[in-house]
């Protein structure tokens, strides 16, 4: 899995560089504006250990902000999960604050905390929170009734095992969830990098921006597109491990 | 302990016409009683306005002392995170553990014991999801097609198992086996398609209690008279 994720990227990555080139050399752009494959491999050699760092700090902030997202996602949810006004409420607010974007709150974030770490985690987890939330709403809320109905008629029916059940019984659409929004809260946190932020690849990316210098940028973009293969199928791996041991199969 | 109906009419909520209407019938002593007719014709509904799971009907239902009435059906699955034997330690009060092992062993399912829920047969899974529900603490237990997949010798003992272990109980078996109810049942409500009146007939079962306590005549005299009432 984890070769087969690195695999496909390098795939992508190589027919967008050889899309680029293509479009360099047809219409004869010269290395300012697309630089030759030389040119972006002495970037590489330069930036390397810069940019990998970076692409590190970044990821710190993004795994720190995406666990934190998952941890708010169901703890709301499992609160949120009952048919009572509360619960009526958190998924209303839930699904219209969803769809305000994050990113247009991230300069307030910005003047209010500064442009640290804690500015970047926050938009990262609020990024990754909601999509999270939402599906973690649809599936503790939803009943698995071939297996709860025994313990509602017998009484033993408890909180902690309703969730637990539809919990297991959705523990693929949870891992695909959760894989899935690393990719958010990898792209909130450049994002957040981006707009203010003094560390981290965005950061960069923002440099090499005002530099108009595309070799940093194509290799930010690569140490991004690799680092993130790596961690979706290390998340992934790591919800087979999980699904292995809790249904022995 | 009489389970009474008087006047039973239930009517779906988005439909006109009643599922079931002027359903009279009593269930005067504990033993294995039945629901048999076609499918659709209300069986299920009326079980589940017995056990309280459907609140929205009219005429009278009188069930003193049966304080506590349990449905379970054939589609039902035990939780996968843990073996079936596990689990059935799990949900059975401590003393009625060695019934439970008992219930195991006559079950047939002493080899799978071990097994997750989704690894048995659908025969065992059934078999497995009863025996649950029968060391629960109950009145009356309604079994909705609690034995399908489940071969014909091994579904007689099972039955003569439940009606010895517990013969102060009511059981209503919904079954569309009509050879089976006629055998085993004290009385069977038969439920006829709602064009006919009365919509329910009760018929007397054999109500055998070992292998061959029945004469064939008796049985087939029954059978006929389950059959034509349908």
């Known amino acids: 899995m984890l070769y087969r994720r690195v695999f496909q990227f390098f795939i992508i990555y190589f027919l967008f560089i050889s899309g680029l080139m293509l479009l360099k050399y047809c219409l004869g752009l010269s290395d300012y504006v697309i630089p030759a494959l030389s040119g972006m491999f002495q970037t590489l050699i330069a930036e390397y250990s810069q940019y990998s760092f970076a692409t590190l700090n970044t990821m710190t902030v993004t795994v720190i902000g995406q666990v934190v997202s998952v941890i708010m996602a169901f703890v709301i949810g499992i609160t949120g999960r009952q048919s009572t006004w509360f619960g009526s409420f958190i998924k209303v607010a839930a699904y219209n604050i969803q769809a305000y974007p994050i990113v247009a709150l991230a300069p307030i974030l910005f003047i209010l905390l500064g442009d640290g770490f804690l500015t970047r985690l926050l938009i990262a987890a609020m990024i990754c929170y909601f999509p999270v939330l939402l599906s973690v709403l649809g599936i503790v809320s939803k009943p698995v009734e071939d297996i709860e109905h025994f313990y509602r008629v017998t009484g033993r029916m408890r909180w902690q095992l309703e969730v637990k059940i539809r919990i297991f019984e959705n523990l693929s659409q949870l891992t695909t969830v959760i894989t899935g929004s690393a990719t958010l809260a990898m792209a909130g946190t450049i994002v957040g990098e981006f707009i203010a932020a003094d560390a981290g690849i965005g950061y960069r990316i923002r440099i090499a921006l005002y530099q108009s210098d595309l070799a940093k940028v194509l290799i930010a973009l690569f140490l991004i597109g690799i680092t993130i293969a790596v961690y979706q199928a290390l998340l992934e791996l790591l919800g087979i491990a999980i699904k292995r041991a809790w249904t022995g199969r | ?230």
């Not at chain 2, 939780?79 to 003393?95: F, K, N």
């Not at chain 2, 086996?177 to 006919?196: G, P, T, Y």
């Open chain 2, 1 to 230: 302990m009489p389970l009474i109906c008087d006047n039973m009419t239930f009517t779906y909520p988005e439909t006109e016409n009643p599922l079931f209407s002027d359903v009279s019938f009593q269930l005067t002593r504990p033993g294995f009683h039945s629901f048999f007719g076609p499918s659709g014709v209300g069986k299920t509904s009326l079980a589940k306005i017995i056990t309280g799971a459907i609140e929205r009907y009219s005429g009278g239902i009188s069930m003193e002392g049966l304080r506590t009435r349990l449905y379970s059906h054939n589609k039902e699955r035990l939780p996968g995170w843990s073996g079936v034997g596990h689990h059935l330690t799990r949900v059975i009060p401590p003393s009625m553990q060695a019934e439970k092992d008992k219930l195991v062993e006559i079950f047939g399912l002493s080899d799978c014991i071990k097994s997750r829920f989704e690894q048995l047969s659908m025969g065992q899974q059934n078999r497995a999801n009863l025996i649950r529900y029968l060391l629960q603490d109950w009145d009356l237990l309604i079994m909705d097609e609690s034995l399908a997949n489940v071969d014909e010798r091994t579904r007689a003992t099972i039955i003569l198992t439940i009606k010895a272990m517990f013969p102060n109980r009511y059981f209503i078996y919904i079954s569309h086996n009509a050879m089976e109810v006629s055998r085993f049942c004290d009385s069977i409500l038969v439920f006829r398609n709602n064009s006919k009146t009365p919509q329910t007939v009760m018929v007397r079962g054999c109500n055998i209690c070992d292998e061959e306590d029945v004469a064939h005549e008796v049985l087939d005299a029954t059978l006929l008279e389950v059959m034509n009432a349908v």
